[in-house]
Nanobody
Framework: QVQLVGSGGGLVQPGGSLRLSCAAS????????MGWYRQAPGKQRELVAT???????NYADSVKGRFTISRDNAKNTVYLQMNSLKPEDTAVYYC??????????????WGQGTQVTVSS
């Protein structure tokens, strides 16, 4: 079994910063890609950023230049550094991963979500 545990959310003022972390554990052989998605109240879940095992990154236009995704392969952990936060970044942030395990591939494994609130 695979488990993703996210952390680092909280309340921050506009213009502030937060760093999210997500650690994957279980019978993992390698992580193909990891990413962050978010869902604001009344809205659909949307992609924020993804990173592959080769560290190719992809960002939503709304966060380009403000957010940075990175990963530590040795720790099976992905990070999301969020700077210049705006009220519209308020959402529950979910970690996502595509992995190869000892029993085969696992696609769209999700973490439990962490709340990010940007408000003065």
């Amino acid at each position: 079994q695979v488990q993703l545990v996210g952390s680092g959310g909280g309340l921050v003022q506009p213009g502030g910063s937060l760093r999210l972390s997500c650690a994957a554990s279980g019978n993992i052989v390698n992580i193909i890609a990891m990413g962050w998605y978010r869902q604001a109240p009344g809205k659909q879940r949307e992609l924020v950023a993804t990173i592959t095992s080769a560290r190719y990154t992809n960002y939503a236009d709304s966060v380009k230049g403000r957010f940075t995704i990175s990963r530590d392969n040795a720790k099976n952990t992905v990070y999301l550094q969020m700077n210049s936060l705006k009220p519209e970044d308020t959402a529950v942030y979910y970690c996502n991963a595509h992995l190869m395990t000892t029993t085969g591939p696992v696609y769209d494994s999700w973490g439990q979500g962490t709340q990010v609130t940007v408000s003065s």
